[in-house]
């Protein structure tokens, strides 16, 4: 095994361990709606990872790197709709009581894997390891090449799968430690606002 593929197994792990909008989704959907909405999440994260996958297999992803408005324009539609999952998950509070709750309705659950899958394609974390780091960890004598990134685009994926179905698992596993902690409903919403702050900033640099 190679000292570069070596490389690239701990950047992947890196990189999926590291928190990031999908895995958050993933976990306060698991919480809130059951373990089977936050594998529905996970799925849907993975599913928007394949499609970078298929961009850096052909060689799409050059057009982000000729059309850098393009990737801009990306990156601050995907910290809008951060934005409005921030909102979307900001505890509300029922009438008369005064106590702060989850929205806990059908909808959100209806479309995790979609909503995962958009979460996904806007991360700007996926897009820049696809267009800045998956080129260097390929031989520039790989032939055929799309293959080559194929593969480990496949590779980043499963290993996102496994953490994704991991988190949906164990987060629902610790649903009632948690849920009897009130101030973790309110740790999605800021860390979404946190990250559309953070790609914000990188898409209007």
Known sequence: MSYGFLSFLLAVL???????????YV????????????????????????FYVLLAAFGLML????????YRTVQVAG??????????????????????????????????FSKGMLINLSNPKIGLFFISLLPQFVPSDASPAWLYFLIYGLIFNISGILVN?????????????IQRSTWFDYVPPVLFAAIAVF???RGLA
Not at 14 to 24: D, E, F, K, T
Not at 27 to 47: C, D, I, P, Y
Not at 165 to 177: E, I, N, Y
Request: charged share 15%; proline share 6%; no cysteine.
């Open 27 to 50: 976990m306060n959907q698991s919480l809130r709606h059951g373990v089977r909405t936050g594998l529905k999440a996970a799925a849907g994260v993975e599913f928007g990872v394949f």
């Open 63 to 70: 057009i982000f790197k000729e059309v850098p408005l393009l």
């Open 79 to 112: 910290a809008f709709y951060l934005v409005y999952l921030a909102y979307l998950s900001w505890p509300r509070r029922k009438g008369g009581d005064g106590s702060a709750t989850s929205d806990r309705s059908p909808e959100p659950a209806r479309y995790a």
């Open 14 to 24: 890196v990189i999926n361990l590291s928190p990031g909008p999908a895995m958050l």
């Open 199 to 201: 790609a914000f900033i």
């Open 165 to 177: 179905m991991t988190v949906g698992l164990t987060a629902h596993s610790l649903r009632d430690a």
